[in-house]
């Protein structure tokens, strides 16, 4: 492009002295940008607002808000956890049994009678030990991410047969469910401010730190940033060490909310996670995994499981609804991005 | 000889927001010819082609014609493919995993009584046979694409660009007669299709086009690599910001003479270095580098020089450089940096100790193709813009745009995805980001793969600059080109050793050709 009008602009712009152009405000004012960007916002309000006027006592209560709130904390946290290895461009299946595994031990230990801080470390660990497997596995020994956490998964769900002897579990400590049930100011329990914390600090590393950048370049383009300086092997390594860190404190945070566990627990998390970070996909920042986008997928797919949930709809609504949306979404996102790459074509 | 145009052109305009991308374009391609179309990067070229490739629709009021045919605009890929029209692209559109015959059929049909039938496989293979024996070229076509050399991959691309079209069902007693009516009948369109062929691949490539020729087939050739137009167009056509600015027989026509059509004005030349300024101190030195086509390498590296390494294909050009880059580790053999052993087991390791480099394969492995142009600029040069783990976006911004500017990078904005940008400005993206470590020595592999003359003589200015200040630069590339007026010294690789060393005005196009040519093995 050399001679083109806006060329000539871009050639002013070069060799003037002004400060980098901002993304202009501007530009998101406009509704397609709006659209593009807080679609599953815009959407998510209009269902709380629908729902509100259809069910104004039941679903638009603040002790319903208050639950639905409390009851994504966990899950939330998972969304968090597989947004790390897909940002790497790889995938983590392992994360629901991980978190699953953690919940079983940490009933386990607290019915052991161990300090509770000693509880909670042993819990965690678990869940880094488990993402420091997957990575030695993918990177050292070069397994398909994959296929590598796939089979971490079945190990997973086998090792929590063995755990609870094939029954449910359940723990009676107190002060270990009071971690997640107390309430803070405003009658939210604290569960839900641990999920905000997680989301603040996933959000600063992934946005406002060179590891983000360099873990998003290892995800788009692993040669070129490796040929560039970046140490794609250790970025690689600790984005399924930091979803095995997060997939250990849902667990632990699950244990002591619920204070029970069937054996089973934990392969269930897995999709929902992953919905949830593909819608974040196509919110906040449109076409890359983003925390904030994530956060309001996983209280969208939640918002309209409950809302229906409570007008009476069979469970089968409620499946198809989650699938719906997320293909929804997905394939707007998609066409919006066509349209995009078309009309700059030029 | 045939005088009806194989395509006219009519009138065709393309408008994109605005902008004027083609301005009411007449062209006549004609027949049994080849005929080049120039024209920089923007000029809309691509445009013209992806008009006639039924990916773009023209403005109203164009027309086209092909072999005295009108064919109804806007075309679509289907109607190009039916008018005869073939186009061929740097990636070829094969499938790596299926078989010559197979890609053929991909194109042309399968040699089957209908879709669900059993496929022919003996009489598919006699087809494919047919049109490659005409062309000469020698590959079996129950061959995986994927296993080809990438000259043979393009050759097999150009031929199935022209293999006849097969109703399903029909079949013919004559394949070779089918293969000439093919030949004849098609226009090919071959967008780059050398760009990332060394030399000597590309010249075997443009050997075929010959043959075709000598058929009677006509073809459109896109390429910024000027010596192969002279080599083998008979006609040029020359497109400047979306205008035909030129329509003629090629003629005597030489290489400057071609280049300032296409620019538009003399192109500007950096001077030559007198020999006294040259001399600096030894910066680098390598002793026996062996290692994956390096054999037993010697080299050494003065600061402020500018060294540019070639060879034919294998000779271990880039497996020196990637070597050197830390990409690669030597079996033997020590490096020198500065006086010091020199070692890096990566190339965050090369980075550290001041060693910087521009890769080969641009899309794979230079840029981050859905990064923003600003992020591709300090790709793994965040350190000094971090405080506490913590990333000063306006410092990083700032340091972004100087680079921009500094390394005349054009784009509409830092946030503007870098793939929308011209290979010119990906390329000069990828050198900035190289050269703002300030490192002593500076690596390129192939520096001048698909980018346009401007950017090129642009690219080659900054590199003296590079070099002034004090930093050694290697080029290591198969164009010749790339040394001439900028290069101190060439060293010409022989199955991975020095074979020969040219140096100050021993440096023309002839000379180095002349000297590869002599390791060829006979």
Redesign the interface.
Known sequence: MLTTSSDARDRSELQGVQPPKKPSKRRQLQPGALMRNYGIAVFLLLMIAVFSILMPTTFASGGNFRQILADQAVPGILALAVILPLTAGEFDLSVGANLGICTISGIVLAGTGLPLPLVLAATIALGVLVGAVNAYMTIVVGVNAFIATLGMATILSGINLLLTNSTLITHTSEAFGALTNTRIPGGVQVVVFYFLAAALALWFILERTPYGRYLRATGMGRDAAELSGVRTRGYLASAFIGAGLLAGIGGTLQASRAGSATPDLGPEFLLPAYAAAFLGATAIRAGFFNVWGTVLGVYLLAVGANGLDILGAKTWVTHVFNGVALLVAVSAATLVQRRKAKSRAS | MDLTPALRISGISKT??G?K?LDSVDLDVPTGAVTALLG????GKS?LIKILAGVYSPDPGGRLHVRGTEVPLPLSPQAAHAAGLRFLHQDLGLVDALTVADNFALSDGFAARHRLAAVNVRRQNEHTEATLSLLGIKVHPGRPVGELSPSLRTMVGIARAFQPVRAPGRDTTDPAADGVAGLRRNVLVLDEPTASLPVEDASRVLDLIEVLREHGGTAVYVSHRIEEVRRIADHVAVLR?GQLVAAEPLGGRDSRSIVSLVVGRQLEEAPLRSAAEREGEVLFEATGLTGNRVRNLDLSLRTGEILGVTGLVGCGRSELVRMM?G?QQPSSGTMHLGGRPYAPP???E???DSVA?V?Q?RR????????GV??NLT?????R??RA???N?KAE??H??QL??DY????????APIR?L?GGNQQKVVVA?AAS?RPSLLLLDEPSQGVDA?ARQEIANLLRRLADRGTAVLIASTDHDDFVGLADRVLVLDRGSVAAELSGDGISEDNIALACQRTAPC
């Open positions: 994109f927001t902008q991308a920089m990067n923007g000029s445009t910001d880059a990409a990566s190339p965050a090369a980075i550290a480099c890769p394969n794979r492995d230079g840029i981050v193709l859905d990064m600003g992020d790709l793994g040069r965040l350190a813009h971090t783990g913590v990333l976006r911004r700032l972004a745009d921009g500017k005349l990078v054009k784009t509409a904005s830092l946030e929308t011209s980001r470590s401007l």
